[in-house]
């Protein structure tokens, strides 16, 4: 393999990190993951994840990991309600949405982040994961690097895989790239189900999409019962800090909604008169789509990192471990002759399929953040549920 005798640090736990640790080690590959995580009991925040059958799904079944997975999934998680800001269903699959399984072209089987982390943690030899190793910068060793983390610790790696994120500190070792603000804002809320039942009555265990007067709110119920939701909206990129909002205070967050969102029912207040503290304003970044660079020998990019996008085609983390599948692939295959090339092969084909995803995603976020969003987001979801 290209990778003998080579030590492989991929910086970043997150799903494509632990996949592609994971595709290695199968092949026994020397690889160690950096995760700047205190420990493995770190919460997991963001949204569950659904998982497609030609990328995610597709990387689970090559990691061996397909059988754990259909253990850990939430059947029924991924049907849907279409609402306006009254609380009005206008479309719903609940009682029409197909029972699918695995293999399915269309079956895109729901799981928690947390689920998902623990699943692949625990695939990995002991000792794979090198915890409260947050990344702050590498220098040129030999013929590869040496990495330097805040905790005063520093280790080297021939090869140094980027899956730190939108705002990876990797990334300008080898690119000048930068992710441009999309004009969306998402504010993140967690609130348990007793504190909002008429909501946790109305999600019944799936999610929901609300379109009302340029706005969202996108809402999906976790395992254990809580409701995690967005108010997503077009802002400047120094709304958090121009607004002066205090995201640790209930009332001022429902104060802001209710101006925000004049027109919306009360029905959604419960949300934010009783979420968990603080809310996150989660700005929305994306790559150029035509991004490119020279490639190098000993480092590379995946998932944000490479190619942060958009969430509104339900793609990034796909897209992401679908990277991890192929980097493998190339990084142990035979087809190279040198892991320039190899590397080479999967940046060009990881960059369009990528700057495809991204396309999509920009664009169904103007969809869904238009004055016709409702209308928009009502004619696709029942052409496609025919």
């Known amino acids: 393999m290209l990778i003998d005798n080579k030590s492989i640090a991929i910086v970043g736990g997150g799903p494509a990190g632990l996949t592609l640790a994971r595709l290695l080690q199968l092949k026994d590959a020397d690889v160690k993951v950096y995760e700047r995580d205190f420990n493995k009991e770190a919460r997991v925040q963001g949204s569950p994840l659904d998982m497609h059958e030609d990328s995610g799904l597709a990387a689970l079944r090559k990691a061996e990991l397909l059988d754990e997975f259909k253990k850990t999934f939430r059947p029924g998680a991924d049907k849907m309600l279409i609402v306006n800001e009254q609380a009005e269903i206008l479309f719903s699959d609940h009682n029409t949405k197909p029972e699918e399984d695995f293999g399915a072209e269309h079956f895109r089987p729901e799981i928690d982040r947390g689920p998902l982390r623990n699943m692949l943690l625990d695939s990995l030899q002991p000792e794979t994961v090198v915890w409260d190793s947050h990344f702050i910068s590498m220098e040129p060793q030999n013929e590869g690097w040496l990495l330097h983390f805040k905790n005063g610790t520093s280790a080297y790696?021939?090869?140094?895989?980027?899956?730190?994120?939108?705002?990876?500190?990797?990334?300008?070792?080898l690119t000048d790239h930068k992710p441009v603000y999309s004009g969306v804002i998402?504010?993140?809320?967690?609130?348990?189900?007793?504190?909002?039942?008429?909501?946790?009555?109305l999600i019944n265990g799936g999610k929901i999409m609300a379109f009302g007067n340029s706005k969202n709110i996108l809402m999906?119920?976790?395992?254990n019962g809580d409701l995690g939701f967005y108010a997503s909206f077009k802002a400047d990129e120094n709304w958090a800090a121009s607004t002066g909002l205090d995201f640790s205070d209930n009332k001022a967050v429902l104060q802001w909604f209710r101006t925000a969102y004049p027109e919306w029912s009360e029905i959604w207040h419960d949300l934010f008169e009783n979420a968990t503290i603080p809310f996150i304003p989660r700005l929305i970044y994306f790559m150029p789509l035509d991004q490119t660079w020279e490639t190098k020998s000993n480092i590379t990019l995946m998932g944000d990192a490479a190619h942060v996008m958009p969430p509104f085609a339900g793609e990034g983390a796909n897209m992401a471990m679908l990277d991890a599948l192929e980097l493998s692939e190339y990084l142990t295959g035979n087809r190279y002759s040198t892991l320039q090339d190899?590397?080479?092969?999967?940046?060009?084909?990881?960059?369009?399929?990528?700057a495809a995803a991204t396309k999509e995603s920009l664009e169904n976020g103007e969809r869904m953040h238009s004055e016709t969003a409702l209308t928009t987001m009502l004619k696709f979801f029942t052409t496609h549920s025919l």
Do not use: C, F, W
């Not at 090869?159 to 939108?166: E, K, M, T």
């Not at 080479?344 to 990528?354: H, L, V």
């Open 157 to 173: 790696a021939d090869l140094v895989i980027a899956s730190d994120g939108a705002h990876s500190k990797i990334r300008p070792y």
């Open 186 to 201: 998402m504010l993140e809320g967690i609130v348990s189900k007793e504190h909002a039942p008429r909501i946790n009555t």
């Open 220 to 223: 999906g119920q976790k395992g």
């Open 342 to 354: 190899a590397i080479s092969k999967y940046e060009i084909g990881m960059r369009k399929r990528a």
